[in-house]
């Protein structure tokens, strides 16, 4: 049974960027709730030193202020994490290999190594070399390349058969003359007369004027008094 490479490398992915979504969820809430548990403490200290002493407390509370607004930004980088992740895991379960390379970068990993847990970071490090292999060969396939213009074809010259030149027939021959008729008996026979001049034979019809068109010379047509190229197939 035929296996896909590229669907076999993404599968080998799947499970290590669910968990590196799984835990990148996890993170988010602990920083929020680092973030709040920090605010609280801060408005808790802060009632006490207002009632009890209140000239040392500003020195004390600056580092309160610290304390609760680094886990809102880690926070806030850790869903930019999860987003990614997010994406990265849509795309490797509808099969876009070029995608999935794309998006699970060393860049991300280790964002997600210092923002996102240390196990969000090493499972997406990990799961890059499937993502990277199932990207190459997806991309040597010819999947996810930007298609370029189509080649150009020349088109097939257009012949065009000239029609042939109008041919001539020759002349038919003169008739005969016919035959002298006999003397009658009796008679003297008058002088005989000279024969017939046969006609002459009937010339080949001028030449017309050139065609515009082709060139050829035309023909003339006494029924419409006219000059026609059979070339052309037109009149002058």
């Known amino acids: 049974m035929y296996v896909d490479p ?18 990148s969820i996890l993170t988010i809430v602990a ?14 200290i802060s009632a006490l030193c207002n009632a009890y002493t209140a000239g ?10 610290v ?9 806030v980088l850790d869903v930019f994490v999860f987003l990614k992740v997010h994406e990265l895991r849509n795309a490797v379960k509808a099969g876009d290999a070029v995608k999935a390379d794309t998006i699970n970068s060393v860049m991300l990993g280790v964002i997600a190594l210092i923002f996102a847990g240390v196990i969000s970071g090493i499972l997406l490090l990990i799961s890059r070399e499937h993502t990277v292999k ?4 997806a991309r040597a396939r010819g999947y996810g390349a ?4 189509a ?3 020349a088109a097939a010259p257009t012949v065009i058969m000239a029609a042939p030149a109008p041919v001539y027939a020759a002349p038919p021959p003169a008739a005969a003359p016919p035959p002298a008729a006999s003397p009658p008996p009796a008679a003297s026979p008058p002088p005989a007369a000279a024969p017939a001049a046969a006609p002459a034979p009937m010339a080949p019809p001028p030449a017309g004027p050139a065609c515009p068109r082709c060139g050829r010379p035309a023909t003339f047509v006494p029924q419409y008094n006219r000059y026609f190229c059979y070339t052309c197939n037109q009149y002058l």
């Open 6 to 23: 590229v669907k076999s490398e993404l599968d080998a992915s799947e499970t290590l960027i669910l968990i590196a979504w799984i835990f």
């Open 31 to 44: 920083f929020v709730l680092w973030g709040l548990s920090a605010v609280a403490s801060y408005l808790a």
């Open 56 to 65: 040392t407390c500003p020195y004390y509370l600056g580092g309160y202020i």
């Open 67 to 75: 304390w609760f607004i680094v886990p809102f930004i880690f926070a």
């Open 134 to 137: 199932a990207g190459q060969m």
């Open 146 to 149: 930007t298609p370029g213009p």
């Open 151 to 153: 080649p150009y074809v």
